[in-house]
């Protein structure tokens, strides 16, 4: 296990703006019980090595869908003002777009934290692509498409780098028993049905990630956005 928030990782340079630890994202945010009950019972699973990972608290779960850079076009800085102008524009996008029956799991260990890939990558693969065309429309700047979207949540970020036998050790059995702790029961299925435009916040020191809700997308102009 190596610690997540590297140099390399972190936003903001050491004397940069605090206003640099926050970036805009577009982020699906669970609230199905079941999903928040299978996040539980994983972040139970690493509390027992809080030593050497980050549980990912309720509030802060998320998949990432689309990073944006911090900057429009026009040189602007992305803040809510400007997020909720995008917000129409990006429904619009989604418009067609059917809600996702996904499906969460198993958890495992990385290089740097504990995650669950999520399912399938067709359909979410065409929801990041729609994302991305309404943020473009929107006149928002993106970083560089990825030739595939890689469908994933977190429940844990490496807290340090486990360079000693000892801390190894620590990792290998964090590895296994994540391996082992939520079977039976290793996937859960949800659907998403909306997204939601946040303003992102990096925290090095607790060493995780929160946000800030903007607006919220609804795919297919499901409930509220119907009325949009």
Do not use: C
């Not at 936003?11 to 609230?31: A, N, Q």
């Not at 779960?61 to 800085?77: A, F, N, V, Y």
Request: aromatic letters at 6%.
């Amino acid at each position: 296990m190596r610690r997540f928030l590297t140099q390399e990782r972190l936003w903001r340079s050491t004397d940069g703006p605090d206003e640099d630890r926050v970036k805009p994202h577009v982020l699906w945010l669970p609230d199905q019980p079941e999903v928040l009950a299978y996040f539980a019972r994983l972040r139970e699973t690493l509390a027992s090595y809080q030593d050497i990972i980050t549980p990912v608290a309720e509030p802060d779960l998320h998949m990432t869908i689309q990073k944006i850079e911090s900057l429009d076009r026009d040189g602007r800085r992305i803040d809510a003002e400007r997020l909720l102008q995008a917000a129409p524009t990006v429904q619009e996008a989604l418009a067609a777009v059917a809600p996702i029956r996904i499906e969460i799991g198993p958890p495992r260990a990385s290089a740097s934290a504990a995650l669950t890939d999520v399912w399938p990558e067709d359909e979410l693969h065409q929801l990041y692509l729609g994302v991305r065309a309404g943020l473009d429309a929107a006149g928002l700047s993106l970083p560089k498409p990825s030739a595939w979207f890689w469908g994933h949540m977190t429940g844990g970020y490496g807290l340090r780098d486990t360079d000693t036998p000892e801390l190894a050790a620590r990792s290998d059995q964090l590895a296994s028993h994540i391996g082992r702790a939520l079977r039976p029961g290793a996937r859960v299925a949800a659907t998403v049905s909306s997204l939601w435009l946040v303003l992102e916040k990096q925290d090095p020191v607790a060493n995780t990630y929160t946000f800030s809700r903007v607006e919220e997308i609804h795919l297919g102009r499901t409930e509220r956005g119907q009325g949009s």
